[in-house]
């Protein structure tokens, strides 16, 4: 359902196996652990100018890591701005702890969050500039099938919270990747009015404002949600067609 008057959290929502977490493992920033283990992994690619959308992800990554048998990877966009244009913007030094992303890493993915600001209520340039690069996966198809979620920030209650990630969807449509939305899942926590909380049933989301507002809990609560929501839908997946978990790039080779 909407989100007009009337409008109920469902009394089945995709249920997230409590059975089926786990502590969150001591791994790197990237995810990685020792070599020969065997996990589904979702990569969680974004860009962020200020941090907001890198500390979405942050915490996106501990949902997914929180579900058995699944780890969470995050890697950046390249940036394609200029240093001095970013210098006179006060944007802040990226974290070298998280890799840059290339085109053919993403064939090594059982599933994707991909995260981004709004430009006018679309994906920022950078972003829309590194799925413009994927056209050799594209002809292939190399990607298709692969379930995929976004998340977003914005400056404003209005600027973009569900636009920015439905005209993502045709990036997904194209490559024939599976758009997965969060839905109403999080229960009461989506529909409460006693604070100020970005996020939608496109995905989790925050209000950056003037730049200096710092994402709230509720919403990183909503994206670490999301995180296992992801994970276990990913881990569905594979039990469905029962596809070994280290498989990921042999099956669309």
């Not at 109920?8 to 791994?27: L, V």
């Not at 920033?29 to 500390?55: C, D, N, P, Q, W």
Request: aromatic share 10%.
């Amino acid at each position: 359902m909407g989100k007009g008057g009337g409008c109920m959290p469902s009394k089945n929502k995709f249920p997230i196996n409590e059975s089926a977490e786990r502590p969150a493992s001591q791994t790197d920033i990237t995810g990685s652990e020792a070599e020969g283990s065997k996990k589904l992994r979702i990569f969680i690619v974004f860009y962020s100018m200020y941090g907001h959308i890198e500390r979405l992800a942050r915490r996106m990554k501990k949902g997914v890591d929180g579900i058995e048998g699944v780890e969470g990877v995050l890697y950046m966009v390249p940036e394609t701005l200029a240093p001095d244009v970013l210098e006179q913007m006060k944007v802040p030094p990226k974290n070298d702890e998280i890799p840059v992303i290339s085109v053919d890493d993403l064939m090594e993915a059982d599933g994707f969050l991909f995260g981004f600001p709004t430009r006018y209520g679309c994906m920022a340039a950078q972003m829309k500039a590194f799925f413009d690069s994927t056209g050799k996966l594209w002809r292939e198809q190399k990607l298709a099938g692969l379930p995929a979620g976004f998340f977003v920030s914005t400056g404003t209650q209005g600027g973009g919270q569900e636009t920015t990630a439905w005209t993502a969807v045709t990036q997904l449509a194209h490559h024939g990747m599976l758009y997965v939305p969060i839905g109403y899942t999080f229960g009461a926590g989506m529909f409460r009015m006693d604070s100020i909380r970005g996020g939608s049933p496109y995905g989790a989301g925050t209000f950056s404002g003037d730049g200096s507002r710092e994402p709230s809990e509720p919403e990183l609560a909503l994206a670490e949600h999301q995180g296992k929501y992801m994970a276990m839908t990913v881990k569905r997946l594979a039990q469905h067609y029962s596809l070994p978990p280290d498989n990921a790039s042999s099956r669309r080779s």
